[in-house]
């Protein structure tokens, strides 16, 4: 009986060994690219992700992948999408997935944001992104026996400031054994706008992908050299690898086959087809004109010229927020959003105006009066400004986002002494807050200590090349 046992036992391995290579040498392998570009949300489409999305599928099935490939997709459209790549895995198959858009790291978990998500709280990118490691874990668990996932993602994604404290870039990933994870982009960083049509990661990529006979593990790691000298040092993607067996991207024992069909996902077709607005953003160069307060108000009102209030009424996420306000004009939380939404937008007179009410409503709100208190400060309502931080403040003590804004109400004030303290607690707290240490930059230099205030902005540009930028738009340069 034992016998008999012993060698049961041994047939089960023989025949899972079997199906394993037999899989391989069908050329088992299955690809889900996706690129993401139209977030309603951000305040343009980004220009690299369809065509760095299209550019890896093309190669991918040269290489004998068959391939699904998506553009613009829902949150919907991406479950469907995971669910059909999950039903085609066989035992041993090589499973790839590649991902270009907006990523989000909660919680110690890096999520990729479909474009229709509605994103406020910490809570909500749990809800509407895909985790990686839930998504690789579904891949192992049916068997596949390479996986590698290619994440462009590391962008700085237009939900930041709807909460500060979250960590710029992407998590490390737990992932199962026989898998190979690349990133765009160091870890908790973020990658510069290269202003092209096609992202440097992926470009580097495909140029090491098209070297014959390298096997992945070395095919990542020249383009990781490739990056990162060709970005000056400035972009570093991130690399973590368990592969227990050698995969090349060329197969070394065949020659290229031709390419495989497409099966191209459904597009989303509302959020996508939505008019995108650019940010009417202030020019220091040409002040904004101040109006007499409405009735009940204490600020200056800022005049936009081009009208931001018809331009953004076509947004998605400000149509919903304002038709819900239409239903109850006192939707306290719909007044905030639409306010953090105008404000992402540079419509910031009419930030301030959905501030107003929603702290009419909830005076103690302190996200409120920390967004009124930024978007203020903006606009040069600098002692209105310093008034709603400090209530911020004093509601909740060492508010790291609230130190920051008043950093910045400081720092334009002239009170750099005080900019450095607020900017110095802030970090504190979280010591890549960029904005917080770009600010410090700048108030250093302004109270005498060049050396200390360049190595501030220096250290705050690596980790986000596009800090002056905005800085700028804030009116402080």
């Known amino acids: 009986m034992r016998i008999l046992l012993a060698l049961l036992v041994a047939f089960i391995f023989l025949a899972a060994s079997v199906v394993s290579h037999a899989a391989a040498d069908r050329g088992d392998r299955f690809a889900l690219v996706i690129g993401n570009a139209k977030y309603p949300d951000a305040e343009a489409p980004l220009k690299e992700p369809v065509n760095d999305a299209r550019d890896m599928a093309e190669e991918l099935?040269?290489?004998?992948?068959?391939?699904?490939?998506?553009?613009?997709?829902?949150g919907e459209a991406m479950r469907r999408a995971f669910e059909r790549l999950y039903g085609r895995i066989k035992p041993g198959s090589v499973v790839l997935l590649f991902f270009s858009g907006f990523g989000v790291q909660s919680n110690r978990q890096s999520f990729m944001i479909p474009i229709d998500a509605q994103i406020w709280t910490e809570a909500d990118v749990r809800r509407d992104g895909f985790s990686l490691e839930t998504v690789l874990g579904q891949i192992n668990s049916r068997g596949a026996g390479v996986k590698i996932a290619l994440i462009d993602a590391s962008r700085r994604n237009p939900y930041e400031r709807?909460?500060?404290?979250?960590?710029?870039?992407?998590?490390p990933v737990v992932a199962p054994n026989g898998t190979l994870v690349m990133y765009s982009a160091a870890l908790s960083s973020v990658m510069s706008d290269n202003g092209s049509d096609r992202g440097l990661f992926v470009q580097q990529l495909l140029k090491e992908i098209r070297v014959p006979e390298l096997m992945a593990e070395e095919t990542l790691n020249r383009t990781r050299v490739g990056v990162t000298r060709a970005s000056r040092s400035e972009q570093?993607?991130?690399?973590?690898?368990?592969?227990?067996?050698?995969?090349?991207?060329?197969?070394?024992?065949?020659?290229?086959?031709?390419?495989?069909?497409?099966?191209?996902?459904?597009?989303?077709?509302?959020?996508?087809?939505?008019?995108?607005?650019?940010?009417?953003?202030?020019?220091?160069?040409?002040?904004?004109?101040?109006?007499v307060p409405p009735a009940g108000g204490d600020k200056p009102i800022v005049k936009n010229e081009s009208s931001p209030a018809i331009a953004l009424a076509d947004d998605p996420t400000i149509k919903s927020l304002t038709a819900k306000l239409a239903d109850n004009p006192d939707d306290q939380n719909a007044l905030y959003?639409?306010?953090?939404?105008?404000?992402?937008?540079?419509?910031?007179?009419?930030?301030?105006?959905?501030?107003?009410?929603?702290?009419?409503?909830?005076?103690?709100?302190?996200?409120?009066?920390?967004?009124?208190?930024?978007?203020?400060?903006?606009?040069?309502?600098?002692?209105?400004?310093?008034?709603?931080?400090?209530?911020?403040?004093?509601?909740?003590?060492?508010?790291?986002?609230?130190?920051?804004?008043?950093?910045?109400?400081?720092?334009k004030s002239g009170m750099t002494k005080n900019a450095i303290a607020d900017f110095d607690a802030a970090l504190k707290i979280n010591p890549r807050l960029t904005s917080a240490l770009y600010g410090r930059g700048l108030a250093k230099q302004r109270n005498g200590a060049q050396a200390e205030g360049d190595l501030d902005i220096a250290n705050a540009?690596?980790?986000?090349?596009?800090?002056?930028?905005?800085?700028?738009?804030?009116?402080?340069?």
């Open 162 to 171: 709807r909460f500060r404290t979250f960590s710029a870039g992407l998590a």
């Open 236 to 291: 570093v993607p991130w690399i973590s690898s368990s592969l227990a067996e050698d995969f090349s991207f060329i197969p070394v024992t065949a020659a290229r086959p031709a390419a495989t069909a497409v099966a191209a996902l459904p597009q989303a077709a509302a959020p996508a087809a939505a008019p995108i607005v650019p940010s009417p953003s202030p020019q220091p160069s040409a002040p904004a004109k101040a109006e």
């Open 61 to 74: 099935k040269r290489n004998g992948f068959s391939v699904d490939v998506g553009e613009n997709l829902s």
């Open 461 to 477: 540009k690596a980790m986000d090349p596009n800090i002056a930028k905005e800085y700028a738009n804030y009116g402080v340069r």
């Open 337 to 411: 959003r639409r306010g953090q939404v105008y404000a992402s937008k540079g419509a910031y007179d009419l930030a301030i105006r959905d501030f107003d009410s929603s702290l009419r409503l909830n005076p103690k709100d302190v996200e409120a009066l920390n967004n009124r208190c930024w978007a203020r400060s903006v606009t040069g309502d600098l002692r209105a400004a310093l008034k709603d931080c400090n209530e911020a403040l004093r509601l909740r003590p060492n508010f790291v986002d609230a130190l920051d804004s008043r950093g910045l109400v400081n720092l």
